[in-house]
Every structure is written in C-alpha cells, then in structure tokens.
C-alpha cells in the first residue's frame, strides 16, 4: 500500500521562511513530486526529487532522503501570493501518482 | 496554448442518470489521468492511461469508466452517478520520458454535485 502524511495546515509570515515536510511510505519509488494548488484552482508542478539531496529553484527548494521516506518543501522569502495548498505526491513503480492530503499554507502580513 | 480542457466545470446531477465528463489535451501526451478531491483527502487517482487503448485502474476505480480511442482524449463516464461522487474532478496528462509522471499537467476541475 501506499501512505503519504503531511501537515494539514501551517501559518507563516510574510518574508520567512517556511518548510513543509512529507513523509511517505510506498510499494517501489520512482520519484517524489510537490505541487502548488490555489484554492479552486488545478495544481501546478513547483519540483521533482528522485535522488537524494536538495533541488533549488529560486525561491521554492525541494529535498528527499530515501533512505527515511522522508522530504521536505523549502519556501523562502515568503509572499502573500505563496499562501495556497502544497501537495506532496509519490510516483511508484507501478506508474501510479499518490497524493497527500495536502498541506494548507497562510501567509500572513 | 499548451493546455488540458475539461468539460463541463460545473454539473449538478440526479442519482442514476449517466455523465460523462470530457478531457482533451492538446500536447500529444501519452500519459492521461483521472482524479478526485475531496477535502482531508486530497487527490485520489481514479483511473490512468499510459497510452491508446490502454487504461488501468488507480486507487478508486469503482463506480467510474474511462476510455482511451485517440491519444487527445480520455473521457470519464459516471454509469449511474451516487451522492458519494459529489467531488471535484481533475484530468491530467503528462509528456513521455522519464519524467513522465512528475511533470503533469492538470484540467481546470470540474465540479460535480449528485443529489
């Protein structure tokens, strides 16, 4: 089976920094994934991990330990645009996507 | 524009009257997929379709239908609708390679309410 268990909410202020971790627990692992969804809006790819070690890209950073089923979403600079739901996915070997439930993300001024 | 279409966004239903929601991709995709979400749930994957004629269940198949006749398009069919499926409903593809999962490309949503 699959397990994926992240925060369902954080509160940060605007200008911080802010880490969102993700824990998963899959049958075969081919990747792990972080999306950005706005409320009523479709999510939207922000970065992929399939090896160890950190991934940046501008502000928004991505990190994935293997070995502990373990990553996290790193967001600097925090802005009142960046308050939205941050998804963590893991692909498994059967080319299936699962989802967390999400964390929900304020930003407050 | 690179996008997927899905149709209709909004669609309020009876029980037991069938539905069928479109989704058209525009990119030459191989990989199509169908999900749910719903609140402290997150997104469920409902089927997928690694390539024409080819559809596989994901992790909540029952009650749904896909089908996969020309790369652009993967319908979802609701035979007989039940308030349980009252959700939001994503389709999404993503281009093949290696990356292939990762980077998906979601519909807009389409909201769903049976009563």
């Known amino acids: 089976g699959q397990n994926i268990d992240q925060p369902t909410e954080m509160t940060a202020t605007e200008g911080a920094i802010v880490q969102i971790n993700c824990t998963y627990q899959?049958?075969?692992?081919?990747?792990l994934f972080w999306y950005q969804q706005h409320a009523g809006e479709a999510p939207t790819f922000l970065s992929y991990?399939?090896?160890?070690g950190l991934e940046e890209k501008g502000r928004f950073s991505s990190f994935l330990s293997r070995s502990k089923g373990y990553s996290y979403l790193l967001l600097k600079e925090l802005q009142m645009k960046d308050s939205a739901s941050y998804l963590c996915?893991?692909?498994?070997?059967?080319?299936?996507?699962?989802f967390g439930g999400g964390t929900r993300l304020m930003v407050k001024p | 524009e690179a996008q997927v279409t899905q149709n209709p966004r909004y669609l309020i239903t009876v029980t037991g009257k069938k539905l069928t929601v479109t989704c058209s991709q525009n990119?030459?995709?191989?990989?199509m997929s169908w999900y749910r979400q719903d609140p402290g749930l997150g997104l469920r994957q409902i089927y997928y379709?690694?390539?024409?004629?080819?559809?596989d269940k994901g992790d909540v198949p029952e009650g749904y239908k896909v089908s996969r006749k020309e790369k652009r398009n993967f319908p979802l069919i609701l035979e007989s609708p039940s308030p349980n499926q009252t959700s939001l409903y994503f389709c999404?593809?993503?281009?093949?390679?290696?990356?292939?999962?990762?980077?998906?490309?979601f519909g807009q949503g389409t909201r769903l309410t049976v009563v």
């Open positions: 999404a593809s993503s281009p093949p390679g290696d990356r292939a999962l990762n980077e998906a490309f």
């Open positions: 991990n399939v090896l160890d």
């Open positions: 990119m030459n995709h191989e990989y």
């Open positions: 996915a893991a692909n498994n070997a059967g080319n299936m996507l699962t």
């Open positions: 899959t049958s075969g692992f081919n990747g």
């Open positions: 379709s690694m390539n024409v004629e080819v559809t």
